[in-house]
């Protein structure tokens, strides 16, 4: 497996450079000190992917030992419950029809969402979808037919990801519908770092500004929490900046 060193580049301020790797390589990665206040990924990270109920497996990314056991995640958490379920199937995601998550959370535009209920019940989400060819061995987010609605979704609802069930793993499937990524067998999801860190820096402008639009208690804290649970950690002098050029957002 290659080793890499990777600095990462989203702002100006926020220095990175890749050598030349191939996009999608699987790769450890080592993580120098950067000069950003605004971004750190973290080394210890494991996230945990929930692909249906009753198949979830671990996918550690950072990792800098060798030895099989140390590559295992502890297990994703049980659904958190009573959360809003969505359940969508071959017909829903075919027509890209968004019905079934508006029906069950109650949100029919992006003004109406009530982040008080949501927050606290979270959101997740099951995948009822038969595979044309049996044998396709493909995971569910290899499938670009349903990667297409969770883009669908994510347009409508682009700060749905702080109302996912992290504890559940949703919030890393859902980034894996919208980031690049290749499948191991050994690591099961690898991203694109620098796509997960785009979509990570859209997604803490985006949450922040509508927690505090929604006058949410501690924007801050749940929208560093997210970022968190993605393997990213959020300086204070990027929010300074963000309030100084708020967002406008519904």
């Not at 949410?216 to 950690?233: E, H, Q, S, Y």
Request: proline content about 10%; aromatic content about 12%.
């Amino acid at each position: 497996m290659a080793t890499a060193k990777l600095i990462f580049p989203v702002h100006p301020c926020i220095t990175k450079s890749a050598p030349s790797l191939p996009p999608w390589i699987s790769c450890k990665c080592i993580f120098p000190s950067m000069s950003s206040p605004f971004i750190t990924p973290r080394q210890d990270f494991a996230a945990s992917v929930s692909f249906n109920p009753s198949g979830n497996f671990d996918l550690p990314l950072f990792d800098d030992n060798d030895d099989e056991e140390s590559r295992k995640a502890p297990p994703p958490l049980p659904p958190t419950v009573g959360r809003f379920e969505v359940v969508i199937d071959n017909d829903t995601i075919r027509h890209l029809d968004l019905s079934p998550f508006q029906t069950v959370t109650g949100i029919t535009s992006a003004s109406s969402a009530d982040p008080g209920e949501f927050l606290d019940r979270t959101i997740g989400f099951t995948i009822n979808y038969n595979r044309d060819d049996p044998y396709d061995q493909r995971e569910l987010s290899e499938f670009p037919d349903i990667r297409l609605w969770f883009v669908r979704l994510d347009v409508a609802y682009p700060w749905l990801p702080v109302l996912l069930d992290w504890r559940a793993g949703e919030l890393a499937r859902y980034a894996a519908m919208l980031v690049p990524h290749q499948m191991s067998i050994r690591m099961g999801v690898v991203y694109n770092p620098e796509a997960l860190e785009l979509f990570v820096m859209k997604k803490v402008f985006v949450v922040y500004s509508w927690l505090k639009h929604k006058n949410v208690p501690k924007p801050k804290l749940k929208t560093c929490d997210m970022a968190r649970m993605l393997g990213f950690g959020i300086g204070d002098e990027l929010f300074d900046l963000i309030d100084q050029q708020p967002l406008l957002i519904s």
